[in-house]
């Protein structure tokens, strides 16, 4: 069975500072893929990023990043300088290979992030 | 822009009324899903379409049934809603090469 577990469920910044939501996942897949989304108050889901398993190197989109540790099962998201359109629900999910061609998500609760001028 | 579609963005029906919610696509996606998700709460998948093939997930109540048209349009039917069934519903899509998922707006439903 897969999980994904976001230990954080609350968290409130102030503009400019750094923040890194967690992401703990467990899978017996050998091969899985990880993603982080974020979902506005307008309710849609966005996709931020997909990661392989086979894949740590760690990436850099602007003031977002991402730490993919394999060792730890883990998959942080830091958002540095935040600003206040970071304002959201984060979540981090987890689909193993394809069945069929349906690529399961597994999500984990998600993390409300606030961000005050 | 290619895009996912979901209308109404709010929907309020009665206890028992059905009630369709719909989704289209621009994409060409020839995958495309339904979430119900309660507040606070992750998504959870009702069901998925791999072109006309229907894939329910196990633990969807039966009062929950979805039609695909074509290719660009999916409805959520939910037979006879009860108050539990109030959430907002999510339509995705995706390639069946691909594992990204692009997710619509969103209908909210209240149930009254």
């Known amino acids: 069975a897969q999980k994904v577990t976001q230990a954080q469920t609350e968290i409130s910044v102030v503009e400019k500072e750094d923040v890194t939501l967690d992401c703990v996942y467990e899978?017996?897949?050998?091969?899985?893929?990880l993603f982080w989304y974020k979902q506005p108050p307008s309710g849609e889901l966005v996709f931020l990023i997909r990661r392989n398993s086979f894949d740590e190197q760690n990436e850099i989109s602007g003031r977002y990043s991402w730490n993919f540790q394999k060792s730890t099962s883990s998959f942080n998201f830091t958002i540095t300088a935040s600003q206040v359109v970071d304002s959201a629900v984060y979540f981090c999910a987890l689909s193993g290979r394809k069945d069929g061609a349906n690529s399961k998500l597994t999500f984990g609760k998600g993390i409300t992030l606030s961000v005050r001028p | 822009d290619a895009m996912v579609i979901q209308n109404p963005r709010y929907q309020v029906t009665q206890f028992g009324k059905p009630v369709t919610l719909s989704c289209s696509q621009t994409?060409?996606?020839?995958?495309m899903y339904w979430y119900q998700q309660k507040s606070s709460q992750a998504p959870k998948l009702l069901f998925h379409y791999y072109d006309k093939d229907f894939n329910n997930e196990a633990d969807t109540p039966d009062n929950f049934q979805s039609r695909r048209p074509n290719t660009s349009f999916c409805f959520l039917d939910i037979r006879s809603p009860g108050l539990g069934d109030a959430a907002m519903y999510l339509c995705a899509t995706s390639r069946e090469d691909s594992y990204e998922q692009y997710f619509g707006p969103g209908t909210r439903l209240t149930v009254t």
């Open positions: 899978t017996r897949d050998t091969t899985y893929y």
């Open positions: 994409l060409n996606h020839n995958v």
